[in-house]
Each structure stands twice: as C-alpha cells, then as structure tokens.
C-alpha cells in the first residue's frame, strides 16, 4: 500500500520560500509511469493544483504559480519536494502532495499539512 | 487552459432527495473527469473515474455521467453522511484542473 506524508515548517514567514517534502513509502518513486503532484487548499476554499514531476524529473507547473515555483525530486531518498518562494498570507494554505498515474485520477494522498504564511 | 466550472456552489436539500452537480469543461475533454468528496479536515475521496466509473465501495446512489464538455454527478437519495463538499478534476493532461466546488448540506 502507498502512503505518502508531507513535512516541513507549519509557519512561514511572509517573502520568504515555503519548502515541503513528501515521503513516499510502500512502493518506488522511480517505479511506474507516475506523477508527483502537489495541491493545496486555502482555507474553507477548494482544491488548487500547483504541479507535478515525473521521477525522472520533467515537471509542469499550474500558471498561475508557475514564477514562484519549482518542485524537485530525490529518488534516492524516495521523496519529491515543493519549493514557494516569496510567499505572502495568500499562500497560507493546507498543503497535499498525491500521486498521478497519468490517464488516471489522483489515486493515494498525503493527509495535508497546513502552512501559515505570517510574520 | 481548460476550466473547469461547476454548478451551483451549493445546496440545501432534504434526506431522500434526488441532487445533481454539474461540472462543465471549457474545452472538450472526452471522459478524463473524475469527482472527489471532500469532508470538513479530510483528505478527497475518489468517488467516480472516467466521468462514470464508480469506485469500490462507494454507494450505488451516487452516479456519474457526461463526455465532452458537460459532466453531472448525481445522488438518487441524499443520505446525512452525504454532506459535504464535492470537487470535478480533469485528469487528460496537464494543468489538473478542479472545479470550485460544491457544498452539500441537509436541509
């Protein structure tokens, strides 16, 4: 069964660079023909897709954040990461990574982490 | 890029009740459209992939439906565990777009 879990700072502080890792367990990162995406969700409001990288690195990210973002994977360690920089409050959010099998839904999440973008 | 605009944002309606949720593409996207459930603090679940293919294990009372540009998801009879909010996605390629939702709740 695979799992991933995100980590990272719960507080961020305003025009600095948000930074979440997730960690995927029960099967390879490398493996398949998968997408690691990340989404987030502000606060009483919907779903907002921010990107994806294929693990061997191609990415594709949502235009509207595409300035501020770039998401990197580390096979090796079986995670890929999301890097927001110059982040304000509206960036504070609850914060998924899932995976894509591409021609498929979204078929396993994070349980979300909340970042709160604040001085 | 492909929008994604669902109707209405949301809805008040009795238990038993028949309720339907549309979801409409701004662009053709055959049947890559999927719906999610979202409960308050929880993660979204897979209800219905490729527009109409109920998941294991969900209630036979939702149902899915559509191709091209215009998608409905439909709950024959409203249950209480119903409430919640429930999300379109267009799954045929990159940007993943969701809808903006719709809030369920009993009235």
């Known amino acids: 069964q695979v799992q991933l879990q995100e980590s990272g700072p719960g507080l961020v502080k305003p025009s600095q660079t948000l930074s979440l890792t997730c960690t995927v367990s029960?099967?390879?990162?490398?493996?398949?023909?998968?997408?690691w995406s990340w989404i987030r969700q502000h606060p009483g409001k919907g779903l907002e897709w921010i990107g994806y990288?294929?693990?061997?690195?191609?990415?594709y990210y949502s235009p509207s954040l595409k300035s501020r973002v770039t998401i990197s994977v580390d096979t090796s360690k079986n995670q890929f990461s999301l890097n927001l920089n110059s982040v304000t409050a509206a960036d504070t959010a609850v914060y998924y990574c899932?995976?894509?099998?591409?021609?498929?839904?979204?078929?396993?999440w994070g349980q979300g982490t909340l970042v709160t973008v604040s001085s | 890029d492909i929008q994604m605009t669902q109707s209405p944002s949301s809805l008040s309606a009795s238990v038993g009740d028949r309720v339907t949720i549309t979801c409409r593409a701004s662009?053709?996207?055959?049947?890559?459209l999927a719906w999610y459930q979202q409960k308050p603090g929880k993660v979204p679940k897979l209800l219905i992939s490729?527009?109409?293919t109920l998941q294991s294990g969900v209630p036979s009372r939702f149902s899915g439906s559509g191709s091209g540009r215009d998608f409905t998801l439909t709950i024959s009879s409203l249950q209480p565990e119903d409430v919640a909010t429930y999300y379109c996605?267009?799954?045929?390629?990159?940007?993943?777009?969701f809808g903006g939702g719709t809030k369920v709740e009993i009235k």
């Open positions: 990288i294929s693990y061997s690195g191609s990415t």
């Open positions: 662009q053709g996207i055959t049947n890559y």
């Open positions: 029960g099967g390879s990162i490398s493996s398949g023909n998968y997408y």
């Open positions: 996605q267009k799954y045929s390629s990159a940007p993943l777009t």
């Open positions: 490729a527009a109409s």
């Open positions: 899932a995976r894509w099998p591409n021609w498929d839904p979204f078929d396993y």
